[in-house]
């Protein structure tokens, strides 16, 4: 008589927790949420109590100043994309930052490939 197999249950799946603080939305992260926070503390009061006074500013940076013009860039062939994933990736094992801001530049089309080409 063959022997049988019992099988063992798995312990029952637990949910994860959830975030209690919000992460901050692209549009923050994009534009850039400013919050800063000021503490003061005050030790010179006649009634012998401290006083904590905090402030929460926002600050939004308005771009006044002259640009320094486009970027040129060219459109970058899914080639140009694989091919600058690997250079990127190999300058990032090996440790040579230049390779890798290489590989970043030709993903994007900002390597400056095909700029000297004189169209009559």
């Known amino acids: 008589m063959p022997v049988r ?6 312990t029952p799946r637990t949910t994860r927790a959830t ?16 919050h800063t926070h ?19 500013t926002t600050r939004t940076t308005k771009h006044t100043g002259g ?4 970027h040129h860039k060219r459109h970058a062939t899914v080639g140009d994309k694989v091919s600058g994933a690997l250079m990127k990736l190999r300058g990032s094992l090996t440790r040579r930052p230049g390779l890798k801001a290489a590989g970043t530049r030709r993903m994007h089309g ?11």
Do not use: Q
Request: aromatic letters at 0%; hydrophobic letters at 10%.
């Open 67 to 70: 640009t320094t013009g486009v």
């Open 38 to 56: 000021n503490t003061r503390r005050t030790h010179a009061n006649p009634t012998g109590t401290t006083t904590t006074t905090t402030t929460t």
């Open 5 to 10: 197999r019992t099988h063992h249950t798995t």
């Open 19 to 34: 975030r209690t603080t919000a992460r901050p939305s692209l549009k923050t992260r994009l534009l850039g949420g400013g």
């Open 110 to 120: 900002t390597d400056g490939r095909t700029t000297r080409r004189h169209h009559v």
